[in-house]
């Protein structure tokens, strides 16, 4: 079912920022609320494109995660863990791609929660569980040099110069998942 390699291309990892810390005016404005809204994006998607919303999923597999996502979660080097990959659609355009590493200790209990997913959103199963704390947003700029950018992408007839992503460290009953949300172009028009 492998659509796309949980390994992106060589090149450069993002460098990601707290969102606290952030130059704002380096950012467009109109990602801005993207960007630094703390609730379910799935929600607030599907607040704005009502029944046309769906999830494609791109490809789940165990796979190793980059570097600053192994370390974002305590991973060892080389260590796998469940990367899940899915676009977030408005009709049969995508605004979202968004990129889940889901480590050993977490998906040794829950394996079939995880498993099961397909192309249901990742999120609505999150803000669902009452044990989720969410960790602190971080923000990245991806450009044409950066390893995820060309995942990012991958759809997409004109390619913008740089896409904007935050990412955040979830935890369900205590142990952690990295997800991972890049906005492509046509989220910025609302």
Known sequence: MAIVSPAPPRGTEPLWRPARRLNRSGIPRN????????ASLTERIIAQCRENFHVRLLDQRRARPLRNEAEALGMRAGTRAI??????????TPWVYARTIIPPRTFARKLHRFTTLGAR?????????????RGEVE???????DRLYHLVTRDLRDKPETIWGRRSLFRLGG????????FLP???QF
Do not use: H, N
């Not at 990602?31 to 703390?38: F, G, K, N, V």
């Not at 990367?83 to 049969?92: A, E, F, I, M, P």
């Open 121 to 133: 959103s990742l999120g609505a199963m999150l803000f669902a569980d009452p044990s989720m704390k």
């Open 31 to 38: 990602y801005l609320p993207w960007l630094l809204d703390t």
């Open 186 to 188: 046509d989220i910025a």
């Open 175 to 182: 142990k952690p998942l990295l997800v991972c949300e890049f």
């Open 139 to 145: 923000v990245t700029r991806l450009t044409p040099s």
């Open 83 to 92: 990367v899940r990959q899915v676009q977030l659609l408005c009709g049969d």
